[in-house]
């Protein structure tokens, strides 16, 4: 079955920090997303993209935070300079194509981050 | 707005049913989904409901729908202990394509 697949699986980095999330969808999708969970609280919204461009973003999702696709595989969340409350296990999620398309999105095991 | 609530804790024997609830307050068109958190694993999605729809059956997945309290229902028969994670109910308007709300989850725990 295929499968939205996340590396890294767990990266610790200090504050102020770069961070780059990589997500590779499922060979097909066209509508891609990225979501957070913080220990202990909900699962929540960050961004949804498409033809490369930010299709919808949330509150969370300010100047500090970034997406892009590359190359044809390969998609991206990256992090300027880290912060203590982006402490998170982050999910990429892709879907077969927007509107409803985007009933079903496919998750990745998704990455943890731990900023010190 | 949209605000998806669910018990935190379900403990049950294993060959017993499993009944996990979650309450939702968007009323316009929505999805209502589950979805399966194994440990180290991603969000698997069980099933999902649109919200024409009273009920829906998979296997040993029965979803049950409540439009008037707002309340989503999942029942899992003869649980065993493979079942036991972590269950998402989550909420999508198809005014938000792809943007979910999720609840908190409901950690099950399958006792032989």
């Known amino acids: 079955e295929p499968e939205v697949t996340q590396t890294p699986s767990h990266q610790v980095t200090q504050m102020g920090q770069e961070v780059i999330l990589r997500c590779v969808p499922i060979?097909?999708?066209?509508?891609f997303y990225w979501y957070r969970q913080i220990l202990g609280q909900k699962v929540e919204f960050l961004v949804s993209f498409y033809n490369n461009e930010i299709s919808e973003k949330s509150e969370i999702f300010d100047d500090q935070f970034s997406v892009e696709r590359p190359d044809g595989s390969n998609f991206t969340l990256k992090i300027r300079s880290t912060k203590l409350e982006d402490s998170a296990m982050y999910f990429c999620a892709s879907s077969v194509t927007g509107g409803i398309g985007a009933n079903v999105l496919t998750f990745g095991a998704g990455s943890r981050l731990t900023v010190l | 707005g949209e605000d998806v609530e669910q018990s935190l804790f379900l403990s049950v024997r294993e060959g017993d049913s499993s009944v996990i609830n979650c309450t939702y307050t968007d009323s316009s068109s929505t999805y209502l989904y589950w979805y399966k958190q194994e440990p180290g694993a991603g969000l698997q999605l069980l099933t999902y409901i649109f919200s024409n729809m009273d009920m829906k059956q998979d296997q040993r997945l029965t979803v049950l729908l409540n439009k008037k309290d707002k309340h989503l229902s999942l029942r899992i028969a003869d649980t065993q202990t493979g079942d036991s994670a972590i269950y998402f109910c989550a909420e999508m308007t198809t005014d938000s394509w792809g943007k979910f709300q999720f609840g908190a989850g409901t950690q099950v725990v399958v006792t032989p």
């Open positions: 060979s097909n999708h066209l509508y």
